[in-house]
């Protein structure tokens, strides 16, 4: 039973266009929510999270949208640029039932075009 | 500034043997959390150290066991191989006391034939 997913394997936008990835999840204890992303070869680097007690959070070009009622979060790189291109993973935590374990979803494929 | 360093970056198995994957947390760090991703998922999470102690486990078998040293390094061991371990299976270390606010080695890329 997947707890977090991301339903789009891939997505392919043009640079300087906007990119949105889209994370769904199902467990109502989870309060806490990150994307990762990851190169090949190289590990996952945090690039930005946010609170169950927001509902957006904004870091530079990257902006996480949270819709708690629909347990629904998005990401949005604006503008997009071909660095950008590789996994992002969506992840989530329940920081306040006392776990320590994130839950990470599939992951989609950003392929940014010049 | 040295970050996760993992080691081996890859080895082959056969089934039935036994495996041990060393972890070196960043600087500062002092929790450290393992886990699996196979081809095509997400990571999956193995177990957490703290202070020399398993603090969390996720459903894994009993034949993935894990240790912490006193300086804050870590070993992930899994007993009696299976096909099935074949995946990458990466470390995170994290702030003083702090679960999740992980920064990732590189991984270590185990092939079970």
């Known amino acids: 039973d997947q707890q977090v997913k991301q339903n789009s394997p891939s997505l392919s936008v043009q640079e300087g266009r906007i990119s949105i990835l889209n994370c769904d999840y199902t467990n109502s204890m989870f309060d806490y929510f990150l994307w990762y992303k990851k190169y090949p070869a190289e590990g996952p680097t945090f690039l930005i999270s946010i609170s169950s007690i927001k509902d957006k959070n904004e870091d530079g070009r990257f902006t996480v949208f949270l819709n708690k009622s629909a347990k629904h979060l998005s990401l949005h790189i604006v503008p997009s640029q071909p660095g950008d291109s590789a996994v992002y993973f969506c992840a989530a935590s329940a920081s306040g039932a006392g776990s320590y374990q994130l839950t990470f979803g599939k992951g989609t494929k950003l392929s940014v075009i010049p | 500034d040295a970050g996760v360093t993992q080691s081996p970056t890859h080895l082959i198995k056969t089934r039935g043997q036994q495996v041990t994957l060393r972890c070196s947390p960043k600087?500062?760090?002092?929790?450290v959390s393992w886990y699996q991703q196979a081809l095509g998922q997400g990571p999956q999470f193995i177990f957490q150290?703290?202070?020399?102690?398993?603090?969390q486990r996720g459903n894994f078998p009993d034949r993935f066991s894990g240790h912490q040293f006193p300086n804050y390094s870590s070993e992930l061991n899994v007993n009696a191989l299976l096909l099935g371990d074949s995946a990458l299976y990466l470390c995170?270390?994290?702030?003083?006391?702090?679960?999740?606010?992980?920064?990732f080695g590189s991984g270590t890329r185990l092939t079970v034939v």
């Open positions: 150290y703290y202070e020399e102690e398993e603090r």
């Open positions: 995170a270390s994290s702030l003083p006391g702090q679960g999740y606010g992980y920064t």
């Open positions: 600087s500062g760090h002092d929790t």
